[in-house]
């Protein structure tokens, strides 16, 4: 029984390159979470995502970012135009359904933007 | 205003014996659920213990249970006994229910906690 994957673990991107970030949610879990961590910091929500549909991006920063969740396939974080504030690690999270309580985090994704 | 507060960067304690961890939350939402993860070194982020604001009975989980005190809008964790494992970051966490739409979860900035033998 996979939990939630992401890909890949680690990725170094030039300063005004793209990053794209995938994730995989649990089998069976058509919602999806994507949450940003800065060194030494709590995590902080970006947006949140069911299948086709953005519910709530209130927290994602209103240039460079989007993120979607296809019918098919895993879902996106982009992130254009990358610069070294970026850096961070990037954590999905799914669960099964808006009333479900837990939400189960993927291992997260290291970008550095060099 | 912060939504949740975790006071103590960090916090060391004896192998075997027991530690709380503090967090305190802030919200105006009736409904509202409450949430400790741990982050070990390697990264990942790990379910430990949940409490909805209208359970009656304080949650717990193996050596894990959550002093739940709404009055105070505290819910510190507990470890008991603890082992060299236990030492890693601890997040608390809270969603607001109520809210139409959204399910996010509000994280404070953590404890580092380590367990010495």
């Known amino acids: 029984n996979a939990g939630v994957m992401q890909n890949p673990r680690h990725l170094v991107r030039r300063r005004g390159q793209e990053a794209r970030l995938r994730c995989s949610p649990m089998k069976g879990h058509s919602h999806v979470y994507w949450y940003r961590q800065l060194p030494e910091e709590g995590l902080k929500f970006m947006v949140y995502l069911q299948k086709e549909n953005i519910i709530d991006e209130s927290g994602m920063p209103k240039e460079r970012f989007s993120a979607e969740f296809p019918k098919e396939g895993p879902s996106i974080l982009r992130i254009q135009q990358v610069v070294r504030g970026d850096s961070a690690a990037y954590f999905c999270a799914s669960s099964p359904g808006q009333e479900a309580y837990e939400q189960y985090f993927g291992p997260g994704t290291r970008l550095t933007v060099t | 205003a912060q939504k949740i507060t975790q006071t103590q960067p960090g916090m060391f304690v004896q192998e075997k014996e027991a530690v709380t961890l503090d967090c305190t939350y802030d919200?105006?939402?009736?409904?509202?659920?409450l949430f400790w993860y741990k982050q070990p070194s390697s990264g990942e982020m790990i379910f430990l213990i949940y409490?909805?604001?209208?359970?009656?009975q304080n949650a717990t989980e193996g050596r894990y249970s959550l002093n739940f005190q709404k009055a105070r809008k505290s819910a510190n964790l507990v470890i008991s006994a603890s082992q060299l494992g236990d030492s890693a970051m601890y997040f608390c966490a809270m969603r607001e229910v109520a809210r139409p739409g959204a399910n996010n979860l509000f994280f404070g900035t953590g404890t580092r906690l380590t367990v010495i033998p």
């Open positions: 409490q909805g604001s209208y359970d009656q």
């Open positions: 919200t105006s939402d009736p409904s509202y659920g």
